[in-house]
């Protein structure tokens, strides 16, 4: 299974690098440019996971195959993202699978430290969408973590039952890919059906209406 791990991870950062290279393909920018919202994208949720944790070296310092891996999701976008008629629903995509693979990657990484089940929650949702927001403010656009589609919702949804499941006993395997099966199936159905979660409504002053 630590094969397994390890390949859903290089698939989490590749997808993740995919949809930040897409996004700087959007802004038209150069190639030093897709490597680098690329790279950020990537790696950013799990650095920041790494921080807080004390995790150091980062992972990608201590492997740093992945900002490889980065480069070559660059150049393939740079060369091909003019063959692709809908970038942003690429993109979107694209990030989905990563949510769903970086939540489950964080949660695991964040309960071998033995922390409470609310920081390994809190620390996969972290993973799966902090590359997504630099991203998105990289590239001026509105984050997906503040759009109203369930979002972060959908990694916590994810990273929760697979502390629930190893609560139960159930084998690492088990809860691993049971995070990324229901966080990819939240994410996917808000995107497909543009399911969110009620807004906040203001009460209006003096219990009267408000004006329309």
């Given at each position: 299974?630590?094969?397994?791990?390890?390949?859903?991870?290089?698939?989490?950062?590749?997808?993740?690098?995919?949809?930040?290279?897409?996004?700087?393909?959007?802004?038209?920018?150069?190639?030093?440019?897709?490597?680098?919202?690329?790279?950020?994208?990537?790696?950013?949720?799990?650095t920041l996971?790494?921080?807080?944790?004390?995790?150091?070296?980062?992972?990608?310092?201590?492997?740093?195959?992945?900002?490889?891996?980065?480069?070559?999701?660059?150049?393939?976008?740079?060369?091909l993202a003019?063959?692709?008629?809908?970038?942003?629903?690429?993109?979107?995509?694209?990030?989905?699978?990563?949510?769903?693979?970086?939540?489950?990657?964080?949660?695991?990484?964040?309960?071998?430290?033995?922390?409470?089940?609310?920081?390994?929650?809190?620390?996969?949702?972290?993973?799966?969408?902090?590359?997504?927001?630099?991203?998105?403010?990289?590239?001026?656009?509105?984050?997906?973590?503040?759009?109203?589609?369930?979002?972060?919702?959908?990694?916590?949804?994810?990273?929760?039952?697979?502390?629930?499941?190893?609560?139960?006993?159930?084998?690492?395997?088990?809860g691993y890919?049971?995070?990324?099966?229901?966080?990819?199936?939240?994410?996917?159905?808000?995107?497909?059906?543009?399911?969110?979660?009620?807004?906040?409504?203001?009460?209006?002053?003096?219990?009267?209406?408000?004006?329309?």
């Open positions: 299974m630590d094969t397994l791990f390890a390949a859903l991870d290089l698939a989490g950062v590749f997808v993740f690098a995919i949809s930040g290279a897409l996004a700087a393909s959007r802004k038209q920018l150069d190639i030093f440019g897709f490597h680098f919202i690329a790279t950020v994208t990537a790696i950013g949720g799990g996971r790494d921080v807080l944790l004390g995790r150091t070296p980062v992972f990608w310092v201590e492997h740093p195959h992945f900002i490889w891996l980065t480069g070559v999701a660059a150049l393939v976008v740079y060369f003019p063959a692709v008629q809908s970038r942003e629903k690429l993109l979107i995509w694209a990030d989905a699978i990563g949510l769903a693979i970086f939540a489950a990657g964080g949660t695991i990484v964040t309960q071998q430290t033995g922390a409470p089940p609310g920081v390994v929650i809190l620390m996969g949702a972290v993973s799966a969408t902090f590359g997504g927001l630099i991203r998105d403010i990289v590239c001026r656009e509105m984050p997906l973590l503040l759009r109203k589609e369930i979002y972060i919702t959908a990694a916590a949804a994810g990273s929760a039952l697979m502390v629930v499941l190893e609560q139960l006993g159930q084998p690492v395997e088990v890919l049971a995070c990324v099966v229901v966080t990819f199936v939240i994410r996917g159905l808000a995107i497909r059906y543009s399911l969110s979660l009620p807004a906040y409504r203001p009460r209006p002053a003096g219990g009267g209406t408000v004006g329309t």
